[in-house]
Nanobody
Framework: QVQLVESGGGLVQAGGSLRLSCAAS????????MGWYRQAPGKQRELVAR???????NYADSVKGRFTVSRDNAKNTVYLQMNSLNPEDTAVYYC?????????????WGQGTQVTVSS
């Protein structure tokens, strides 16, 4: 089992920045990819960004150029730096971890952290 604990959400004005963190513990040797999904009210949960243990990244088109996902393997922590935030980014952000070999499918979820962007 893997446990994920998120931090860093909050309220920010449009154009501002936030950084989310997600610390993993437990059987972390099983994990390849980590990343972030988000879910806005009335919408499906969508992938925001992921990063593999080797450092390969993927981003949703809507956040490319504004968000950066990074990973500190020594701390078992993944980060999401969010810049140029706009109200459409308002959602609950969930950290996820995906097991080897690919890590695309989420096997574990964090508790979620609210990000609210005011106009």
């Amino acid at each position: 089992q893997v446990q994920l604990v998120e931090s860093g959400g909050g309220l920010v004005q449009a154009g501002g920045s936030l950084r989310l963190s997600c610390a993993a513990s437990g059987s972390i040797f099983t994990i390849n990819a980590m990343g972030w999904y988000r879910q806005a009210p009335g919408k499906q949960r969508e992938l925001v960004a992921r990063i593999t243990s080797g450092g390969s990244t993927n981003y949703a088109d809507s956040v490319k150029g504004r968000f950066t996902v990074s990973r500190d393997n020594a701390k078992n922590t993944v980060y999401l730096q969010m810049n140029s935030l706009n109200p459409e980014d308002t959602a609950v952000y969930y950290c996820y971890a995906g097991e080897f070999p690919y890590g695309v499918r989420p096997n574990y979820w964090g508790q979620g952290t609210q990000v609210t962007v005011s106009s």
